[in-house]
């Protein structure tokens, strides 16, 4: 059995940031492995002031990524996410939750709104094809402050992608109430398996050997400028229903 949690591409509006995760299950045994930061960034193109605007992921307190127009260019940093959280030897235990608090900071010099995206799926080891017959719902990021984060389609089992917006400014400075406290994989998952019986021999095999697991986080940001029109034409959501201005 071999879970690996990584990221993949996202698209990015005015200014997005992809934080690339890696953990490794082998076994009973579990590693870290680090992977780069991936950035993918476009000119919004109504009034938008692009050199002033930033962002930054943060996890359990600590900068992971960030990207911000210093000194008329970008300067980025970037690292992993989840690489503390398992002590040395330890190992990964299904069910059991992990501290895991993520939350976005406005690292920018103009105010802001922030919506995060958040991808979780299966796929086959080392391969980019996806294993629909596990559910994404089996990789629990556990997400707090739903007064603060507004979900889209709430309720919906089984989707790949969470949406969240968070409502109100972020002002230049300022860092938003956590979306995220935890992370774990359901225990369920070891009940997900297919048993075989031929003469004598009865044979069990875990949906899980053999998959990886996928949690993307995706971060970006919108002008505060003509905000209504700027969300609609940015995320293609009506700002004023969803609640967020």
Known sequence: MK????????RGITYLLLALAAVLLLGSAVGSTRAALTYYSENYTAEIQVHQIGVSLLENGDVVSSRNYVNDRFQETGGALLTK????????????????????????SID??????????????DSDRKVTTLSPDLIKLNLVNTGQWVESNPGVKDKECTELYYKGILPSGST?????????????????AEIKQE???????YKYD????HVNVEVDAVQTHNAQDAILS???????SLGIL
């Open 176 to 192: 938003a109430a956590e979306f995220a406290d935890g992370i774990s994989i359901d225990g369920q998952l070891a009940a997900e």
């Open 112 to 125: 802001e709104y922030v919506r995060v995206r958040i991808y979780k799926y299966w796929t086959e080891k």
């Open 210 to 213: 053999g998959v990886e697991f």
């Open 85 to 108: 959280m398992l002590g040395k030897e330890e190992k990964l235990v299904l069910g059991k939750k992990y501290n895991e608090k993520l939350t976005v900071s406005n690292s920018g």
């Open 234 to 240: 940015a995320w293609g959501v009506d700002a004023a």
């Open 3 to 10: 879970n690996k949690k990584k990221a993949s591409r996202g």
């Open 199 to 205: 003469g004598n021999t009865i044979t069990t095999t």
